[in-house]
């Protein structure tokens, strides 16, 4: 076809840039090309019927060099522009500059689309930067995005739409892809059942003389589990003719961070029979300590698979603990299909600059992997942590990240934990959960 877009690459990185050339334009765009690596050029050239837009190379040829992991290579700073092609008022650059140069069948681009893309969804400034919490996470408050005031928009959608623009100014015919919104309802289950125990119960009555509080943490123990929230999830997301995903934990280790083994339990054999009757989905919340321990990983997954009688294929490490690419490794190794841990826990928002399901670049065997990453957009414990315990305010943000969702027909992932909606702790939220679910229904 005339119309084909044919892509030069130079030689050097061709894993790098195979990997995101096909993601930004197959996967975001929905468009077919041939590629061709060329020792004679130093910049992404795109080529269809007479047509060349050149976008320049900013990274793999002029910053990185021989030395693909390292500091010196993390931008100094990140430039904010605007120009015919940008969809919002301007658009974050990471690599690159805004200089424009259009001629009669050439249209040169000075933003490094594509390396910028590249560092956003492989995560490679985790591999460079040693920055971690407590929990041995990189933090949000780290990022480039943060630290530059984009981390609450999805930069990654936002190059893939500058370059569509650039292709369909000079004259590209081809169609692209249409994209839907897709909101995706995650529950991780950390805790089965409340921590009340008999001690506390009396403590309320002899020691705080708190009989109405005595009451109700009895109620808590023996009759009204305010963790048992599995119902009220499923009704809200059938309403919106979506499923939830409930991704259990089989840590046998009880610990600080483990402190729940339920798999044995009649309460965890009922749940799990009637999430599957009611057409719902299943993932593993493997423990704490297994994001460096492949054995002990491998271990809980196949305590779990057994106990709920079901193959897992997606889920989410439990207290969002994740180093790049080791921890993904494991879940490529064990035939999972995708992972959704690559959120912030101290910060809500695009931490790999897109809500879309992408697949999982390995940095240090420089290839593709077969595992899918669906980026985790909103926590309850975050927007908790982050707007003084407000669900009124909770909920306005997270009205606008779906609204950016609906905007770039990109997925939007939550993560609200069953054990968010004890009214004791949190006051309001079960309310605000449902208006959530609600507008959303209206709203697709």
Same mark, same amino acid.
């Given at each position: 076809?005339?119309?084909?877009?044919?892509?030069?690459?130079?030689?050097? !990185?061709? /894993?790098?840039?195979? %990997?995101? &050339?096909?993601?930004?334009?197959?996967?975001? &765009?929905?468009?077919? !090309?041939?590629?061709?690596i060329s020792d004679e050029i130093q910049d992404y050239v795109l080529e269809f019927q007479d047509k060349t837009i050149v976008i320049k190379d900013k990274f793999f040829t002029s910053r990185a060099g021989a030395n693909y992991l390292s500091p010196n290579c993390l931008?100094?700073?990140?430039?904010f522009f605007k120009n015919e092609f940008t969809i919002s008022d301007d658009i974050p650059v990471i690599f690159g500059s805004n200089d424009f140069h259009a001629e009669s069948n050439l249209l040169t681009c000075g933003i490094d689309i594509f390396a910028s893309a590249f560092l956003m969804l492989t995560r490679w400034e985790e591999m460079v930067n040693p920055i971690r919490d407590a929990h041995g996470r990189f933090p949000g408050e780290?990022?480039?995005?943060?630290?530059?005031? !984009?981390?609450t928009r999805p930069v990654v959608n936002e190059y893939a739409e500058l370059l569509w623009n650039m292709l369909v100014a000079?004259?590209?015919? #081809?169609?692209?892809?249409?994209?839907?919104?897709?909101?995706?309802?995650?529950?991780?289950?950390?805790?089965?059942?409340?921590?009340?125990?008999?001690?506390?119960? =009396? =403590?309320?009555?002899?020691?705080? @003389?708190?009989?109405?509080?005595a009451y109700r943490h009895f109620r808590y123990k023996y009759t009204q589990n305010p963790y048992d929230q599995y119902d009220f999830l499923m009704d809200c997301s059938e309403r919106m003719n979506v499923q939830s995903r409930f991704c259990f934990k089989a840590s046998d280790l009880i610990t600080r961070y483990d402190q729940d083994n339920y798999l044995t339990t009649g309460k965890f054999r009922h749940i799990i029979r009637n999430i599957k009757?009611?057409?719902? &989905?299943?993932?593993?919340? /493997?423990?704490?300590?297994? %994001?460096?321990?492949?054995?002990?990983?491998?271990?809980?997954?196949?305590?779990? #698979? #057994?106990?709920?009688?079901?193959?897992? $294929?997606?889920?989410?490490?439990?207290? $969002?603990?994740? &180093?790049?690419?080791t921890t993904l490794r494991i879940w490529e190794n064990n035939g999972m299909e995708t992972d959704s841990t690559l959120g912030y826990a101290d910060r809500n928002g695009f931490r790999c600059g897109t809500g879309d399901e992408f697949p999982v670049f390995d940095l240090l065997n420089r290839k593709q992997?077969?595992?899918?990453?669906?980026?985790?957009?909103?926590?309850?414990?975050?927007l908790k942590q982050n707007t003084a315990n407000s669900p009124e305010k909770s909920l306005e943000i997270v009205r606008e990240y779906l609204q950016t969702g609906?905007?770039?027909?990109?997925?939007?992932?939550?993560?609200?934990?069953?054990?968010? @909606?004890n009214q004791e702790n949190w006051p309001g939220w079960k309310r605000m959960y449902r208006n959530l679910t609600d507008e959303s229904q209206e709203g697709s």
């Open positions: 076809m005339d119309n084909l877009l044919k892509i030069k690459i130079p030689s050097n !990185f061709v /894993p790098e840039r195979q %990997y995101i &050339l096909n993601v930004l334009i197959k996967d975001f &765009l929905g468009i077919d !090309f041939d590629s061709q931008p100094q700073s990140v430039g780290e990022s480039i995005a943060f630290k530059n005031n !984009f981390l000079c004259g590209f015919k #081809e169609k692209r892809e249409k994209r839907d919104f897709k909101l995706y309802l995650t529950h991780d289950i950390d805790h089965l059942f409340t921590s009340v125990t008999n001690r506390q119960i =009396a =403590a309320d009555l002899c020691k705080r @003389f708190d009989a109405p509080m009757a009611r057409g719902h &989905l299943i993932g593993f919340h /493997p423990g704490y300590d297994t %994001y460096l321990d492949e054995s002990k990983w491998t271990k809980e997954k196949n305590l779990l #698979e #057994e106990a709920a009688q079901t193959k897992l $294929l997606e889920g989410r490490q439990h207290y $969002l603990r994740m &180093l790049v690419p992997l077969k595992l899918k990453e669906r980026p985790l957009v909103v926590m309850d414990g975050t609906r905007k770039f027909g990109m997925g939007i992932t939550l993560l609200f934990h069953n054990s968010s @909606f």
